[in-house]
Protein backbone atom coordinates (compact mmCIF):
# COMPACT_ATOMS: atom_id res chain seq x y z
CA UNK A 1 0.00 0.00 0.00
CA UNK A 2 1.19 3.27 -0.85
CA UNK A 3 -0.14 6.36 -0.18
CA UNK A 4 1.51 9.61 -1.96
CA UNK A 5 0.22 12.76 -0.18
CA UNK A 6 0.95 16.77 -1.94
CA UNK A 7 -0.42 20.44 -1.54
CA UNK A 8 1.80 21.62 1.04
CA UNK A 9 3.05 24.80 0.50
CA UNK A 10 4.26 28.20 1.87
CA UNK A 11 0.62 30.47 2.46
CA UNK A 12 -0.25 33.24 4.47
CA UNK A 13 -2.71 33.69 7.71
CA UNK A 14 -5.94 33.48 6.52
CA UNK A 15 -4.96 31.71 3.51
CA UNK A 16 -5.97 28.40 1.95
CA UNK A 17 -4.59 25.21 0.70
CA UNK A 18 -5.91 21.65 -0.41
CA UNK A 19 -3.92 19.08 0.39
CA UNK A 20 -4.41 15.59 -1.72
CA UNK A 21 -3.39 12.04 -1.23
CA UNK A 22 -3.39 9.36 -3.78
CA UNK A 23 -3.53 5.49 -2.58
CA UNK A 24 -2.37 2.64 -4.45
CA UNK A 25 -2.56 -0.77 -3.73
CA UNK A 26 -5.63 -1.62 -1.78
CA UNK A 27 -9.25 -1.46 -2.60
CA UNK A 28 -9.36 2.55 -1.58
CA UNK A 29 -13.17 2.60 -1.25
CA UNK A 30 -13.25 0.02 1.20
CA UNK A 31 -11.57 1.84 4.14
CA UNK A 32 -12.44 4.97 6.01
CA UNK A 33 -8.72 7.44 5.59
CA UNK A 34 -7.62 10.13 7.83
CA UNK A 35 -5.42 13.08 8.24
CA UNK A 36 -3.00 13.87 11.06
CA UNK A 37 -0.51 16.58 11.69
CA UNK A 38 3.16 17.11 13.50
CA UNK A 39 4.40 19.82 14.29
CA UNK A 40 8.47 19.96 15.97
CA UNK A 41 8.39 18.65 18.87
CA UNK A 42 4.77 17.17 19.59
CA UNK A 43 3.17 14.45 18.81
CA UNK A 44 1.65 13.72 16.12
CA UNK A 45 -2.40 15.12 16.16
CA UNK A 46 -5.69 13.96 14.28
CA UNK A 47 -6.49 16.09 12.08
CA UNK A 48 -9.84 15.14 9.95
CA UNK A 49 -11.61 11.17 9.32
CA UNK A 50 -13.78 10.42 6.79
CA UNK A 51 -15.53 6.83 6.20
CA UNK A 52 -15.33 4.46 3.87
CA UNK A 53 -18.64 5.81 1.50
CA UNK A 54 -17.61 9.83 2.45
CA UNK A 55 -20.91 10.34 4.14
CA UNK A 56 -19.43 10.11 7.63
CA UNK A 57 -16.90 12.70 9.06
CA UNK A 58 -15.12 13.99 11.89
CA UNK A 59 -12.55 16.69 12.61
CA UNK A 60 -10.54 17.55 15.78
CA UNK A 61 -12.17 20.97 17.48
CA UNK A 62 -8.89 22.78 16.19
CA UNK A 63 -10.17 22.88 13.01
CA UNK A 64 -13.99 22.18 12.78
CA UNK A 65 -15.43 24.64 10.71
CA UNK A 66 -11.79 25.66 8.62
CA UNK A 67 -11.12 22.24 7.10
CA UNK A 68 -12.71 19.80 5.06
CA UNK A 69 -12.22 16.09 4.63
CA UNK A 70 -13.25 14.72 1.16
CA UNK A 71 -12.95 11.54 -1.04
CA UNK A 72 -13.23 10.85 -4.45
CA UNK A 73 -13.21 7.11 -4.93
CA UNK A 74 -12.98 6.69 -8.24
CA UNK A 75 -9.83 8.51 -8.34
CA UNK A 76 -8.34 6.93 -5.20
CA UNK A 77 -8.10 10.00 -3.75
CA UNK A 78 -8.72 11.93 -0.41
CA UNK A 79 -8.48 15.63 -0.21
CA UNK A 80 -8.20 18.45 2.76
CA UNK A 81 -9.57 21.83 2.03
CA UNK A 82 -7.93 24.20 4.14
CA UNK A 83 -9.26 27.23 4.87
CA UNK A 84 -8.62 30.71 6.90
CA UNK A 85 -5.22 29.20 8.18
CA UNK A 86 -3.71 30.20 11.02
CA UNK A 87 0.00 30.31 12.16
CA UNK A 88 -0.35 27.28 14.97
CA UNK A 89 -1.84 25.11 11.51
CA UNK A 90 1.84 24.62 10.39
CA UNK A 91 2.91 21.08 10.53
CA UNK A 92 3.78 18.29 8.73
CA UNK A 93 0.55 16.99 7.51
CA UNK A 94 0.47 13.01 7.07
CA UNK A 95 -2.81 11.16 5.16
CA UNK A 96 -3.60 7.22 6.79
CA UNK A 97 -5.97 4.47 5.85
CA UNK A 98 -7.72 2.88 8.39
CA UNK A 99 -6.42 -1.01 9.70
CA UNK A 100 -10.21 -2.60 9.23
CA UNK A 101 -12.66 -2.55 6.01
CA UNK A 102 -15.36 -0.73 6.22
CA UNK A 103 -15.34 0.88 9.75
CA UNK A 104 -15.79 4.25 11.03
CA UNK A 105 -12.52 5.79 11.28
CA UNK A 106 -11.39 7.96 14.95
CA UNK A 107 -8.70 9.88 16.26
CA UNK A 108 -6.17 7.44 17.13
CA UNK A 109 -2.95 6.63 15.24
CA UNK A 110 -3.11 3.32 16.27
CA UNK A 111 -6.40 2.54 14.17
CA UNK A 112 -4.42 3.89 10.94
CA UNK A 113 -2.25 0.64 9.08
CA UNK A 114 -0.74 2.90 6.25
CA UNK A 115 0.72 6.14 6.19
CA UNK A 116 2.00 8.47 3.20
CA UNK A 117 5.06 10.39 3.50
CA UNK A 118 3.77 13.70 4.72
CA UNK A 119 3.62 16.54 3.01
CA UNK A 120 4.60 20.23 4.51
CA UNK A 121 2.43 23.30 5.53
CA UNK A 122 3.90 26.62 6.56
CA UNK A 123 1.68 29.52 7.82
CA UNK A 124 3.05 32.65 8.42
CA UNK A 125 1.77 35.26 10.22
Known amino acids: VQLQASGGGLVQAGGSLRLSCVASGRTFNNYGMGWFRQAPGKEREFVAAISWSGVGTSYSDAVKGRFTISRDNAKNTLYLQMNSLKPEDTALYYC???????????????????WGQGTQVTVSS
Open 96 to 114: ATHKLIFAVPGSSTSAYAY
